[in-house]
């Protein structure tokens, strides 16, 4: 009889001392595996920020396990839920580009939730609570929290993640749920301030003291405000003005079937500010985007008509009429005809919609057009704006296009064969009755700006060719600048350059330069230097280098240097001779190299301040290096061939992104970014 009672004191003393200790060991080991299943379900939205659908898996309530002469509790369970939504906010972030018309600085809300999971322990003292808030996931106890990690800011990028579901249930079995891509941020927009710094507010239980400890190393954030609140806090960063930032927003659903996004907003991508002939065909392309700025797939969008008496046919490529859906990307072509026949230059434009889910009208784009007369394949060239035309080269006094008032005639005063016209400090027309200006000696064309509607050609082996606008602009649309076998090309303006769709040929053993203060437009232009080792150069120094779609080659050093940016779309360049190089600068905007074509003997470097776009570019050097730099942003696109013989090297300050790309040198790519996917 002793001896069992001493075997049931020893049970009973097991049963109140070492069970409890036990049953708390397992609850720990498994808030442990719960805390790795956690970071398993990060890892899926961060899928689903990247398109990406996938299931997580929780093991909500704990087992306690069965033994011998002792009792142990029934399983334990868990709560899984998401909050009520609560609203974020951006305030102050500016856009470049056409997403400008969007994001202006204005503030923009958006609702999200938080996913909390909460295992029902019984031992373990301090009950714990799984929590991500989007932006940031960690272990929430009564006295703190433990494991924070935080995505809001790193360097200058900045992240936001929405969370969207419907999930409130307990239960103690594992639990599987979807995680699904509602709105997936594939790609940062660029942003700075207006003069007001850029503010993010976000809803966090996170504590203030844990978000200073996230956010104490990063050199961007300029303040920290923190505000309480009864079911949520606030947390307002603001961060350093004057900079560049990438902004990406998604939105991810929890156990949710994945509805489309509304459309927000719609951008032209392609085919502004266009000049079509009389019974041409012109492409416009529109991307339509939701509050996140990302593409919205099968959004209704619907093309006006034009305004004018003379206005072109407006229908959807696809469907044939003026309504469709936009593609998988968000973005939908539109194919606008010309009229066969028009007076003079026609200002026409029009406009595409998108529709809500219920049928009204969200956001419109406008596209302008200009129908200028002449056949389409033999148009009128160099006609720039509608101008009087007297006969004869004139100085246009007060800028107005017509020769009247104080406009006088300007006669050629070269001597020994030379053409000079000089306005002065008057703007310099030649109109299209002088017709082509032709010499075997120096051609000069000067004024305080100039519109050129005629045809230049040098034809002597020491003939120059100088078109000098002064402090003003230079327009020549269309017209053809040709030294046969001559001296230099210089092409100069103080202000704007205008050579959309001219052809500037240099088939001498010289240089060609455009140059300009203000932006260059050379889209659909053709740029060509014949000749061995010269150089061909087009620079803004203080504005933006559009060259869409237009040819430029040269035998020699080819640079395009744009300070606000360089848009190359659709262009060719080529330099293919004695190592010569291909260079692309810009000092304080971004690179457009979509669809691009660019053949180097030498060198091709690329070097910008914001961000470089590659989608579907072709870019090799024959003999020697590729070389992309970005200084404060990413290098992007779809898609892109690169490749030299010799070495790549493409480096970016926040990420690089070359999914579905070929990179190709003589050993292994350089690829250098904090964020490289390829």
Known sequence: MLAFALVVSLVAMVQVSAVPAWNQQTEFEHLTAAETDFAAFDESVAKAVDGRQTRATLDAGVDYPTRALFVSPAAGSGSLRTTDPATARISGAVATGETGTYWDGSEHAFDTQQFVYRPDYRYLQSEPSLVHEGTAQYTAYGGGEVGATQSLVDGTKVSLVFLEGDIDTATGEATTFSVVPLSAGTDYITVTDAGTPISISVPTR???????????????????????????????????????????LSRVGIDTPGALQEPAYIVDVEGDNAVVPPGATHRAVVEVRDAQNNPVPNAVVKASPGLTAESGRIVARDTGTISTVTDGDGRATFVYTATSSVDGVVSDEFDVVVEDSAGANVDRVTFDVQLREGGVTDPLRGLVAAIGDPGFVYADVDGNGEFDGADYRVNNTGTGGDIVYDAGSDRLVVPPSVRTIVSDEDITLAGDGVSLHVDVVATGSNSRIDIDAGSGSLAAVGVSVTSVSGKNIDVTAGDEIDLSGASVTQGSNADLTIEAGGDIDLDNAGVTLTQDRNLLAVTSTNGFVSARSADISGKGDVRIDGADGVDLAGAGLSGVKDNADLE????????????????????????????????????????????????????????????????????????????????EDEDSPELNAPDVEV
Do not use: C, H, Q
Request: no cysteine; net charge negative.
């Open 584 to 663: 692309i600068d810009s000092a304080r905007g971004g690179v457009n190299l979509n669809g691009v074509v660019m053949l180097g003997d030498g060198d091709i470097l690329v070097d910008a301040e914001g961000n470089i776009f590659v989608v579907g570019a072709n870019i090799a050097s024959a003999k020697t290096d590729v070389e992309i730099t970005s200084d404060s942003g990413m290098v992007s696109g779809r898609e892109a061939a690169i490749s030299a013989e010799d070495d790549v090297v493409i480096t970016a300050a926040t990420r690089i992104y070359l999914p579905d790309s070929a990179i």
């Open 206 to 248: 996170l504590s203030e003291d844990t978000w200073r400890d996230l956010l104490a190393d990063e050199p961007n954030v300029r303040s920290i405000a923190y505000a309480t609140g009864a079911d949520y806090n606030t947390l307002t960063v603001e961060l350093a003005p004057g900079k560049t930032y990438d902004l990406r």
